[in-house]
């Protein structure tokens, strides 16, 4: 069984620039989450889908972060305009669904923002 | 406000010996708590977990405790190898909030041969 991929793994961009992230869960599985990680932090829930139904973005920056999961399967996030802050390791997890603790996570996608 | 915070952010212990990781948490509603297990460039990989209804559950060398009193649980593995370096992170969820996952800061491990 195949795991959660993600893309790009590393990406450096200039403060105001956008980026999008690309995220294929296991397939099968209905839940997806985003994660940011810090470095030296544990990971922070970013938003949470069910199927294509967002379950929780309570944490989201929603002035410059949006995601999308339009037929239930993959998804993107996407940081527009990108700040300092924002360099961290996004991760993306899911699981068998939403009434699953355990959840499988991907390689993640390392952004830095100069 | 953090709810689950593991507050040894390193420990070295020698190949063949026990490792004990730590982490409280202040919510009592958590009611499932996971260990994951991070090596460098990768996810986090699933490595056990407890309902609030046990106090114990072993895997192999691995066996995590609960101590819900003290709101406190604890990763032990026996014995340790040198392949289990990683950072180790405390994660809890309770039913009520969507099953989401609220992470500890991390524990790195280092076991030396």
């Known amino acids: 069984e195949a795991g959660v991929a993600q893309s790009p793994r590393y990406k450096i961009i200039e403060k105001r620039q956008s980026v999008a992230f690309w995220c294929n869960p296991i397939s099968g599985h209905a839940t997806l989450y985003w994660y940011q990680q810090i470095l030296g932090q544990g990971p922070k829930l970013l938003i949470q889908?069910?199927?294509?139904?967002?379950?929780?973005d309570s944490q989201l920056p929603k002035d410059r972060f949006s995601a999308e999961r339009l037929k239930g399967v993959d998804s993107t996030l996407k940081i527009q305009p990108a700040k300092l802050e924002d360099s961290a390791v996004y991760l993306c997890?899911?699981?068998?669904?939403?009434?699953?603790?355990?959840?499988?996570f991907g390689p993640g996608t390392r952004l830095t923002v100069t | 406000d953090q709810q689950v915070k593991q507050n040894s952010p390193s420990l070295s212990v020698q190949e063949g010996r026990i490792s004990i990781l730590n982490c409280d948490y202040t919510?009592?509603?958590?009611?499932?708590f996971l260990w994951y297990k991070k090596y460098p460039a990768e996810g986090p990989t699933f490595l056990i977990s407890?309902?609030?209804?046990?106090d114990k559950n072993e895997d192999g060398r691995f066996t995590v405790f609960l101590n819900k009193s003290a709101k406190h649980l604890s990763l032990h593995i026996v014995p340790s190898q040198p392949g289990d370096s990683a950072v180790y992170f405390c994660?809890?969820?309770?039913?009520?909030?969507?099953?989401?996952?609220?992470f500890g800061s991390g524990t790195r491990l280092l076991v030396r041969p």
């Open positions: 889908f069910q199927n294509n139904g967002v379950v929780d």
């Open positions: 997890a899911s699981s068998r669904d939403s009434t699953s603790y355990e959840q499988y």
């Open positions: 407890i309902s609030s209804i046990k």
């Open positions: 919510n009592s509603m958590f009611d499932y």
């Open positions: 994660a809890a969820s309770d039913e009520d909030s969507s099953y989401k996952l609220i």
